[in-house]
Structures are given as structure tokens and as C-alpha cells.
């Protein structure tokens, strides 16, 4: 079968965004919202500053979003993978997982880019409704929840995360701190196993 001209143009549109994608990643995690710009963004991506408007036509205000809906995405993927969780259930194995596996480089990003739009009017009115939509997409809480369980869980979950950005961070520190008030919480007994039994089979990995 001959791979026709549009499809070797939209897999390489792909590619080029999934390259912007990573690079954003990259600059937003390891070096702040403040050093991401558009040249900096395409010398990275060895790509022009046409290539990068061609995407993403409004620039920072176009890809943001759009890597935060990626990101966003994929995360539900992999809850909606591990069969039907509660929100508690949910937010437990994030929080579980997090003393193995710290914060990745995603989500502080997001976590950049997220402090950045509240001094930016025009970038916070396009990641809010995705934002927004995150916490039933992945964490499946319902809109307006008040179950005081659910918004502990979900303060834990963000300042856990937010931990990540300290210059004191380290990853021994959060999974001590997170192993002892996950000490205190009445977490679901099935729900500990069968997190144990995903922690040994990466050991053994």
C-alpha cells in the first residue's frame, strides 16, 4: 500500500508538535514559566518560528492549552485503564503512586503554567475550562463536590505536587511525608493491595 503525500504531511505535523509538546515540557519543568518563548521553544525543536505558527497560530496562547489537553488525556487513559474507580479510590492511588514515582515533568508544567495564567487573563480563560474538566476526567469528581474526604484528598494530591517545584525537594522527603499521613488515612484495603502488588511488579521490572 503507498503512503499517499497528506498522510506523510499530517504524520510529520504530528511529530513536529509532539517535538513542541516535549520542549515545552522541558523549559516549563526544569527552568519556570519565565524562560519559555518562542525561540528558545523552536531552537530546541530545530524547527522556525513559521513551523511553530503553523500550529499553533496564537503562540503560547494556542500550544498551552493544547499541551495541557494532551497531558490531561493521556492521564485519563491511564485511570480508565485500571477498571472503575470512586474519586477516593482515585485520588488514593495518585497519592500512593506519588512515593514511588514523584511528580513527573508534565505536571509541573502544568503547575507553571497554571500559576502564570492567574497574572494573565487571556492564558487563564483558555486553560480554565480544560483545568477545570481534569478534575471528572481523571479524578472523577463530580462539579461543586463537597464531600470533605474528596477535597482533603484532592488538597493532599495538590500540594504534593506543588512540593515538587521547592528547591528543597527531594523525593526521599515526599514519600516519607506522604508515607506518614497515608499512615493516618483510612485507605481502602483493596485498593492498598493492589497498589502494593503494582509497586513490586515495577521492582521487578
Not at 22 to 36: F, H, K, M, P, V
Not at 98 to 124: H, N, V, W
Not at 153 to 166: E, N
Not at 192 to 199: F, I, K, Q, S
Amino acid at each position: 500500500m503507498t503512503t499517499s503525500k497528506k498522510q506523510i504531511s499530517t504524520s510529520r505535523a504530528y511529530r513536529t508538535r509532539q517535538k513542541m509538546f516535549d520542549a515545552t515540557e522541558q523549559i516549563l519543568s526544569l527552568e519556570g514559566y519565565a524562560a519559555w518563548n518562542e525561540e528558545y521553544l523552536c531552537k530546541l525543536c530545530e524547527c522556525s518560528r513559521g513551523a511553530l505558527r503553523y500550529q499553533f497560530p496564537d503562540g503560547r496562547y494556542d500550544l498551552l492549552p493544547s499541551f495541557i489537553e494532551a497531558v490531561i488525556e493521556q492521564d485519563s487513559k491511564m485511570v480508565e485503564s485500571l477498571g472503575d474507580l470512586t474519586p477516593v479510590e482515585r485520588m488514593y492511588l495518585f497519592l500512593m503512586s506519588m512515593r514511588f514515582k514523584p511528580p513527573s515533568q508534565a505536571t509541573r508544567a502544568i503547575l507553571e503554567i497554571s500559576m502564570a495564567a492567574r497574572g494573565d487573563a487571556k492564558l487563564l480563560s483558555r486553560i480554565e475550562p480544560i483545568m477545570e474538566s481534569a478534575n471528572a476526567r481523571v479524578l472523577g469528581m463530580a462539579a461543586g463536590e463537597t464531600d470533605p474526604e474528596i477535597l482533603a484528598l484532592r488538597c493532599l494530591l495538590h500540594g504534593a505536587s506543588m512540593y515538587s517545584l521547592h528547591k528543597d525537594f527531594t523525593p526521599l522527603g515526599l514519600n516519607q511525608s506522604l508515607g506518614w499521613i497515608l499512615d493516618l488515612l483510612p485507605i481502602p484495603p483493596a485498593l492498598a493491595a493492589r497498589v502494593a502488588e503494582m509497586v513490586k511488579a515495577r521492582q521487578v521490572a
